[in-house]
């Protein structure tokens, strides 16, 4: 299986993500060479963050023309899609992402642990519960209308001709109304739930309560959409802006799992350090041996979040030409080393993909009254 052979070892360099790794999934080897090596000692890949730079691999650079592009698309039977944060973005939703990583002092990142949750989980449980709230609160946007009816136009039968790999965990695409046979949910959704002890087999699907327990009742002035109720049920208020201090919460006012009592419940996120879920992997195994693919489209993501990075590496040494949508050509990652007979869109993710993924959408209109730059 590609996946799985794949990422027994990864190697990046510089400092690995603040939140830092596991040592119940990864073993980290760290020896006088500049690079790290992961060796991964779970049944499935790990999430880590690298900061792999890349150069281009040609003297020429990639293109920026859409005409071009839509060519190559129409006349492909397999593409594949790895979606990030910043397809989100045009949707109004945190990147969480270079200087605006920071959620109330803290770096996003190091609250996406299993050590973080252990800590304090009354400040993991905040964060997670103010992304629900924006997530709720937020709308589709054209993008992922525009990916959603790309995987129509390109199902056959019961052969799925487009998949679509996405890091989001905003349930933005599923309110698109994307296929769910071609949507793969690699880090999870912000509205599944799970028990916290790995022994209990307690989960929760589609729970869109907001706020999911009494305890992180919300309220804010900043925010109109806000739920009012969260002074009736606190003395002090949880506040869900993320420049707000708050009290911290107690763990015993926090939610409790049903079926085994004792323990937290937790987001059904993969944090950090954990596994991605097996037959989420399988699945994308099992559609990628089946054929070449010819196209790969790296969307609103720098692609250095391994092992979800490496399906660019996958596709791309398989012979299938790279598209990249960013909003800035700065630290692609794997998605960097473009060379001539590939593609950089930069701008609004939405926008975009609306553009170059219809098939009626005229290629005449000036790139500047679409935000898009030309590529050096």
């Not at 525009?146 to 136009?153: G, S, V, W």
């Not at 763990?251 to 085994?260: I, M, R, S, V």
């Amino acid at each position: 299986m590609v996946i799985r052979s794949l990422f027994k070892v990864i190697l990046c360099h510089g400092q690995e993500s603040s939140a830092g790794l596991d040592p119940l999934y990864c073993d980290l080897n760290l020896s006088i060479n500049p690079h790290r090596t992961f060796k991964m000692s779970s049944r499935n890949p790990v999430l880590i963050n690298s900061t792999i730079s890349s150069s281009s691999n040609s003297n020429h650079g990639p293109s920026n023309d859409i005409a071009s592009f839509k060519k190559v698309l129409s006349s492909s039977t397999r593409v594949l899609a790895l979606c990030g944060a910043g397809l989100g973005a045009s949707s109004g939703l945190d990147t969480f992402r270079g200087s605006g990583g920071m959620w109330r002092n803290h770096r996003a990142q190091s609250l996406a642990t299993l050590d973080a949750f252990r800590r304090d989980p009354g400040l993991v449980w905040l964060f997670y519960s103010y992304r629900r709230h924006k997530a709720l609160a937020a709308e589709p946007n054209k993008g992922h209308f525009a990916l959603a009816e790309l995987a129509r136009r390109m199902r056959k039968g019961r052969e799925e001709g487009f998949v679509c790999l996405t890091q989001n965990v905003d349930g933005l695409a599923q309110r698109a109304g994307h296929p769910e046979g071609s949507l793969k949910l690699l880090h999870g959704c912000l509205y599944d739930i799970k028990c916290a002890n790995p022994i209990c087999n307690y989960r929760e699907r589609n729970n869109f309560n907001d706020p999911y327990h009494p305890s992180l009742a919300i309220t804010s002035e900043d925010d109109e959409k806000l739920l009012p109720a969260a002074n009736k049920i606190r003395a002090v208020a949880t506040y869900l802006d993320p420049n707000k201090s708050t009290t911290a919460i107690n763990k015993d006012e926090l939610p409790h799992c049903p079926n085994c009592i004792t323990s937290l419940l937790r987001p059904d996120i993969v944090w950090f350090g954990e596994a991605l879920p097996g037959d989420t992997i399988d699945e994308i195994d099992q559609w990628i041996d089946k054929a070449p693919i010819d196209l790969i489209l790296v969307v609103g993501t720098t692609a250095q979040v391994y092992p979800a990075a490496g399906y660019v590496d996958i596709a791309r040494n398989a012979g299938a030409r790279v598209a990249v949508i960013n909003m800035d050509r700065e630290g692609l990652g794997s998605a960097g080393g473009l060379g001539k007979d590939d593609w950089l869109f930069v701008g609004d993710a939405g926008t975009i993909l609306e553009e170059i993924l219809s098939p009626q959408s005229s290629v005449r209109r000036r790139r500047s009254e679409k935000g898009y730059q030309g590529v050096a």
